[in-house]
């Protein structure tokens, strides 16, 4: 055993995953997972409730929901709709119903594709903040609204400042009562590229998946509580060299001549057969980064959907 190393992924569940393929139970976190087989939609809830699981599973302390959709990057407006409902139920639980002021933050680059998730839905998102200031609530024919502004900060190679620095800068002047922030995330496995939603009330550390470590963006920082919503929309060189090396172990061992190779392989456990792909692959691979190639199409989709699901959190009547 190789032991547990670092792997590129921003998702809990797969952090979850790592240790159930060694029969481990952790304690201080509880799973349980709930399957939707009209919709198509399985939801994993992660939650670590203390700092001896936080350690455990590399994340913080907090509440993990993890939707997986797996026709989430096709072009059916039907099952976007159900996708949004399920991701507003998700987040009205974190959020409450109450009234309240809410800073919408899509980070990312919007002039990289798969990086533009975030600037993508907060364009779509409803902004709601100068009207209700200026006018009132009342103009818009509504007795309850949370009063919502959107904000896109960009990166520190577009602007020079931290990602923080500058959320930290509008949140001190605005003051609002929670921040939502979008991110576009990466992952360790190919099959839940662009397939995938993450909520937590955790907040984010931008571009960790990708080795990027800004500071993170969380209500311990920020003094307001933080819910992060992201979808991974890469995956590293290792990542398909290791589930191209897994179908292939599972077709040599239905194949008579060649059984004992793929039994051989077969013995290494993910973690080390990642670890030894690592090794081979580098220094020239293991920093490339790859997305699907119709990604243009899926940001454009998933980015709307996952709007559409913070507007109906949002609304309040």
């Known amino acids: 055993m190789l032991g547990k190393f670092n792997i590129r992924t921003d998702l809990a569940l797969e952090a979850k995953e790592s240790y159930e393929e060694d029969d481990v139970e952790i304690r201080g976190v509880k799973i349980w997972e709930d399957k939707d087989d009209e919709k198509e939609i399985c939801t994993t809830t992660v939650v670590i409730e203390t700092e001896n699981g936080a350690k455990a599973m590399g994340k913080p302390v907090g509440t993990y929901i993890t939707l997986e959709a797996p026709h989430l990057s096709m072009p059916d407006e039907g099952y976007h709709r159900e996708i949004s409902m399920e991701l507003s139920k998700h987040l009205k639980k974190l959020m409450g119903e109450k009234e309240q002021s809410v800073l919408i933050v899509g980070l990312g680059n919007r002039d990289v594709t798969p990086d533009a998730l975030g600037p993508c839905v907060v364009g779509n998102v409803r902004i709601t903040r100068h009207v209700i200031k200026e006018y009132g609530k009342f103009s818009m024919n509504e007795e309850k609204m949370n009063m919502i502004s959107g904000l896109i900060p960009g990166v520190m190679a577009q602007t020079g400042m931290e990602t923080l620095e500058i959320i930290q800068g509008v949140v001190d002047e605005t003051k609002p009562d929670l921040v939502i922030v979008i991110d ?19 907040g984010i550390n931008p571009g960790s998946g990708v080795g990027n470590h800004r500071n993170g963006i969380s209500e311990q920082v920020l003094g307001v509580p933080v819910i992060a919503i992201g979808v991974p929309t890469v995956v590293d060189a290792a990542t398909i060299v290791n589930d191209a090396m897994e179908t292939l172990i599972a077709s040599m061992d239905e194949a008579e001549g060649i059984k004992n190779l793929g039994g051989a392989l077969g013995t290494l456990d993910k973690a080390e057969k990642h670890e030894l792909i690592h090794e081979l692959i580098s220094p020239h691979l293991n920093t490339m980064f790859v997305t699907p190639k119709d990604i243009d199409d899926t940001i454009k989709r998933i980015s709307f959907t996952i709007s559409e699901g913070i507007n109906a959190a949002l609304k309040l009547s």
């Open 184 to 202: 576009a995330l990466a992952a360790r496995s190919t099959r839940r590229l662009n397939r995938t939603i993450q909520i937590t009330d955790t």
